[in-house]
């Protein structure tokens, strides 16, 4: 077996020149990738298609050799097995149907099989992939998911979930409760197929007042994490996007083995203010990557040498863009497998 030197990192090992994945690195940026959607169609069909998602997880991976693979799915899967209908629109994004801003999560329909196909998918990659990449599983962190149930759709402020929360804390809870029930399965069930590590990405965390956070992100994050740990020895990686100052206090909370950081972010202030040895992930500028040009190296060498006494993964501060060129690409992952 090949050393995967991403694996380590998150298992606390610090690396001279830091592994990379960038976020969303399987998908629409890759002319393979358009090309077998042109053949398949739409985004959900490929999802489900485990040949189909395999490949397309697969596809960065050997164009770019990442140390990381991630799965390629979506955060709203979880919402899918729970009951709601799930379509993607185009130019529209997402849509879950019945928005339980007006419906009632009892009156829903698990459909636990939309779980199954992704575990098939997790299983051909695992089987697929070179011995020295980890193999990443994911999914979204309760709230960020609640947001999108709680709509029906996403939105710039989350105002109805939040509403809800305000409002009807009970029932809110209860929606939180039940994701993460199913979340912690979910997840255990893509280590039982052959990830390596896992991701909990809360997109939209940056949107709660303080107490809010503790509440909605941290807590239930913090039992998904322990009820995980249980059950399996895998590192696990919190995202919280936006989180702003109450990026301390989730390291600290949550029990996350590694911390993400938003392109937000001051590397240096992280790497005084997270716990001593965390290990990091981030957080070149996406919007930076799509521009290019003489300012990407000297962001990958800031970023770098601000994160250099600890244990560190490379990657963007959130997904890449789908217009970025793979030169863009090339030339970022040059400067980061360059020597300081």
Same mark, same amino acid.
């Given at each position: !077996? ?38 398949? %169609? ?9 040949? &189909? ?48 801003? %007006? ?47 709680? &709509? ?11 509403? !809800? ?31 390596? &590590? ?46 702003? %100052? ?46 290019? %040009? ?47």
């Amino acid at each position: !077996m090949g050393f995967r030197s991403l694996l380590a990192v998150l298992n606390g090992e610090r690396q001279a020149v830091p592994p990379v994945w960038f976020m969303r690195q399987a998908g629409r940026y890759l002319p393979e990738y358009r090309a077998l959607r042109a053949e398949k %169609g739409g985004f959900l069909a490929l999802v489900y298609d485990s040949d &189909a998602a395999a490949e397309i997880t697969l596809q960065p991976i050997r164009r770019f050799g990442f140390d990381g693979a991630i799965l390629f799915s979506d955060i709203l899967i979880v919402p899918h097995a729970i009951g709601q209908a799930l379509t993607f629109t185009a130019g529209e994004g997402p849509q879950l149907a019945p928005p339980l801003s %007006g419906a009632r999560l009892e009156g829903l329909h698990p459909a636990p099989e939309h779980l199954a196909a992704i575990y098939e998918t997790v299983a051909k990659v695992a089987k697929a992939l070179p011995d020295e990449t980890t193999f990443l599983g994911f999914a979204g962190a309760p709230w960020t998911v609640a947001t999108y149930m709680v &709509a029906g759709e996403g939105s710039r402020d989350q105002a109805a979930a939040r509403l !809800m929360a305000y409002r009807e804390p009970e029932r809110f809870s209860a929606l939180i409760d039940a994701i993460v029930d199913v979340t912690v399965e979910y997840l255990a069930g893509q280590v039982a197929a052959g990830v390596h &590590a896992v991701q909990i990405f809360d997109s939209w965390s940056g949107s709660l007042a303080p107490q809010e956070f503790d509440r909605w992100v941290i807590a239930p994050t913090r039992a998904i994490v322990e009820r995980l740990k249980a059950r399996t020895s895998v590192p696990i990686i919190g995202f919280p996007k936006g989180a702003g %100052g109450n990026l301390p206090r989730y390291a600290r909370e949550t029990g996350v083995d590694a911390v993400g950081l938003d392109e937000t972010v001051d590397p240096v202030w992280a790497d005084e203010a997270l716990p001593k040895g965390l290990p990091v992930q981030g957080n070149l500028d996406p919007l930076l990557l799509l521009a290019g %040009g003489d300012a990407l190296p000297g962001a990958v060498r800031r970023i770098r040498s601000a994160l250099a006494a600890r244990p560190h993964v490379f990657n963007l501060g959130h997904g890449i863009d789908k217009e970025t060129p793979i030169a863009h690409v090339e030339a970022a992952l040059a400067a980061i497998r360059s020597p300081l």
